[in-house]
């Protein structure tokens, strides 16, 4: 891992074993990008690399010289304006109406390690020789605005960390109308784009489509990151699979508004923009006052998707994630919400979590409607007391209860939100986000808390920390149900108002990292409806959250795999629930909605007690299959094999950091009559061990490594379709998880 800088030819190359990012400072003291992708013998001149030719049409940077046309170089962080004409990273209005700038090269500092970003979320190191960071620091004469660009290397990996700090140094007031994290000019654009896309209930589904000159974008200005689309995009060359090929991966760690941008121009080069989404956005500067974007990560390999995944793995699971959590395997939940909804006793919870107690389950998760006068969803949001008519001994009350079990309690809250109908907002109505005059929209009968001020966060706070403070509880469930609207605050000036969605992320941010402080050992889950704030913002406070509300194991086989490709196993919420199911009405065997939730952090979401003994006997054996296995399903390494997305199975499998042991995940999605052989390559495993290979309690056989990953594992049906002795055909949804481990010679 090393920084280089050639003074003599203004070139910086950053590299370490896999990559090569250089840049150079242009004649006219902007700087421009010379090369991202694999690693390249370090040398002192790169300057070939920098093409300037005349092209008709085009506008000229110095008078009188055909040469640096800004449309026609690629850049570090673009400026519209002064011959570039594409959407650019930045643009400040300034007093006399005019959104030129011009950052020129100032001076430039390296240094071990990685710093922190102040109230903001981002990436770390736990020792300096992890990481290197270049700041390049560069003013615009005009203004006094002063902007640094900070590139963290990593010493492993291909990962670049990339956002923008600008100070005002100058002596007016200017408007910061567009500040983006990571400006990314490509020098072609033989690319596949990867969006994750989706809506409530089918979240982070792939989508791939060919670049195409023009505007290719996905983002939010929902107020959160959205179960619409996700702060994430992968650019792959068309060739490229999940095990070989040039691959780029782009992901902003931010729960806001964002855009995610790739404009390719009629030269066939291509910008890629990821920040804030500059929709609605207008931060003022005055003199003196400074902003920081939310920080990119940029990742580049030549081995494929699978490999693209497992560097963000990675780094988003030990780098990103933080606290007595982080490496932690997670404790197996039962969560009441699908068992009880609202309808729910102090004694009828109790039940509950005596059966769940008793079939090996650790933490009982008391979900929305212990709290104020919250018999629905109409009141009671924002007023976070027990109720104690539902709950006589209160939080604590009801916590010692199941701690005597031998279960720990975790809790429910959304306190972003509060219903109009509650103390709370009848004591500050003028807490929430809304325009005077206008109508006031509502999504589940619920408000926005205006996050924004100091004040509100503080008071919510305090509620919660009034409950957690007692110890009685070890987890909590972090809801959100509803994107903003109205987004304007009381507590701001009419030049300030388009600071308020962010300043709102903030407030989150801040009230996240007050509950993590005072309470280290607490377990945070993040939610949002399901996946609607499911990115890696939220990632550096809450070390998992719920993938999706919709628990139905066959839709959740597309909500996993999609997740998959950027979020570790460990960071996704999958529970086991009833079936039928309640979202999709399907109906799937216990062990399919098991085996596809055991790949992920594990729980429950059903009333047990509405279970067969037969069942409940089955849940036992779940319980304990997770508890032998978990460590190496949430934290191995993970291969996604085959796509739900792309025929009638689907399947994945987590390999230990050892090679030692692997589960591998093979699912059913809908069966097939008379279906050929079929044969499932494995990957991950160390081709010379021998590895005994069973189902359940089956010993299927033993075979080497490079038999399973080469020649693959046979999958074929018992039956073709007939009534057979032995193995039948299965059925629809059907699934299988069989467990490698090595054999000792």
């Not at 006399?96 to 430039?108: A, L």
Request: contains cysteine; proline residues 5%.
């Amino acid at each position: 891992m090393s920084i280089f800088y050639s003074e003599s030819d203004r070139i910086f190359h950053l590299f370490n074993e896999q990559i090569s990012y250089i840049m150079t400072i242009l004649p006219n003291g902007q700087l421009g990008q010379l090369y991202f992708g694999k690693k390249i013998h370090p040398q002192k001149d790169y300057s070939y690399l920098l093409e300037m030719v005349p092209r008709s049409m085009a506008s000229y940077v110095f008078e009188n010289e055909r040469t640096l046309s800004l449309e026609h170089v690629r850049q570090e962080y673009g400026v519209y304006g002064s011959s570039d004409y594409r959407f650019p990273a930045v643009e400040i209005l300034q007093k006399n109406g005019s959104r030129i700038s011009d950052f020129r090269y100032k001076t430039h500092h390296i240094a071990a390690g990685k710093p922190a970003l102040a109230g903001l979320p981002a990436t770390y190191t736990e020792a300096d020789s992890e990481a290197q960071t270049l700041t390049l620091v560069l003013e615009d004469p005009v203004t006094g605005v002063e902007l640094k660009l900070y590139y963290t290397l990593f010493a492993q990996g291909g990962i670049l960390a990339r956002s923008a700090h600008f100070s005002n140094q100058g002596t007016e007031a200017v408007h910061l109308l567009k500040a983006m994290s990571l400006c990314m000019d490509l020098p072609d654009c033989d690319y596949d784009w990867i969006q994750f896309s989706g809506a409530w209930a089918r979240e982070r589904h792939p989508r791939v489509r060919h670049l195409e000159q023009g505007i290719q974008s996905v983002g939010s200005m929902r107020g959160h990151s959205s179960h619409e689309h996700n702060p994430f995009l992968i650019l792959k060359r068309p060739a490229a699979d999940e095990f070989q090929g040039e691959v780029l991966g782009f992901s902003l760690i931010y729960s806001g508004n964002f855009l995610a941008q790739a404009e390719v121009d009629t030269h066939s080069t291509t910008r890629v923009l990821l920040g804030i989404n500059p929709e609605w956005f207008d931060w003022k500067l005055e003199p003196g006052e400074s902003f920081q974007t939310p920080e990119a990560v940029m990742v580049y390999t030549n081995q494929g998707m699978n490999d693209l995944s497992q560097t963000f793995h990675r780094l988003y699971g030990r780098r990103l994630a933080r606290g007595y959590w982080r490496d932690r395997e997670r404790p197996i939940l039962i969560n009441n919400w699908e068992a009880t909804y609202f309808d729910f006793t102090e004694e009828k919870i109790l039940r509950l979590a005596e059966t769940a107690c008793k079939a090996g389950i650790e933490l009982f998760v008391l979900d929305d409607g212990w709290f104020g006068k919250r018999l629905s969803d109409r009141a009671g949001l924002g007023d976070w007391r027990a109720n104690p008519d539902r709950l006589p001994g209160g939080i604590d009350g009801l916590a010692e209860k199941i701690e005597k079990l031998g279960m720990k309690f975790g809790l429910w809250f959304e306190p972003e939100m509060v219903n109009k109908d509650s103390d709370l907002y009848r004591e500050h109505p003028d807490w929430i986000l809304s325009v005077p005059g206008r109508p006031q929209s509502q999504g589940r009968y619920q408000y926005v808390l205006d996050f924004s001020r100091p004040e509100v966060v503080d008071a919510v706070y305090q509620m919660m920390a009034d409950i957690l403070g007692s110890g009685k509880v070890s987890y909590v469930k972090w809801d959100m149900n509803r994107s903003i609207t109205e987004c304007w605050s009381a507590a701001l000036p009419a030049d300030r108002q388009g600071e308020v969605f962010h300043r709102y992320i903030l407030g989150v941010y801040h009230l996240y990292e007050q509950l993590n402080t005072a309470f280290p050992q607490v377990l945070f889950e993040s939610c949002a409806s399901g996946g609607a704030r499911f990115d890696p913002g939220l990632l550096y406070y809450a070390p998992q959250g719920w993938t999706s509300d919709d628990t139905d194991a066959i839709e959740r086989l597309k909500i996993q795999y999609g997740t998959s490709y950027c979020y570790p196993v460990s960071s996704m919420g999958a529970h086991v629930s009833a079936s039928p199911n309640h979202q999709v009405g399907r109906s799937t065997p216990l062990r399919t909605r098991a085996n596809v939730a055991c790949f992920g952090t594990f729980g429950y979401e059903l009333d047990l007690n509405r279970l067969t003994s037969e069942e409940l006997e089955t849940v036992r054996r779940q319980t304990a299959f997770m508890k032998a296995w978990r460590s190496v399903l949430q934290f191995g390494t993970f291969y996604r094999l085959k796509s739900p997305f792309a025929g009638s199975t689907a399947a994945w499998m987590s390999v230990s950091q050892n090679q030692q042991t692997a589960l591998v995940g093979w699912y059913r999605i809908l069966n097939t009559p008379n279906p050929p052989y079929s044969r499932l390559k494995l990957a991950g495993l160390n081709p010379d061990f021998l590895y005994t290979v069973r189902e359940g309690e089956r010993i299927l056989g033993k075979f080497y490594g490079d038999e399973l990953m080469y020649a693959g594992l046979i999958t074929t049906n018992g039956g073709s379709g007939e009534v057979l002795e032995g193995d039948g055909p299965g059925c629809d949804f059907d699934s299988r998880i069989y467990i490698l481990e090595r054999v000792q010679e």
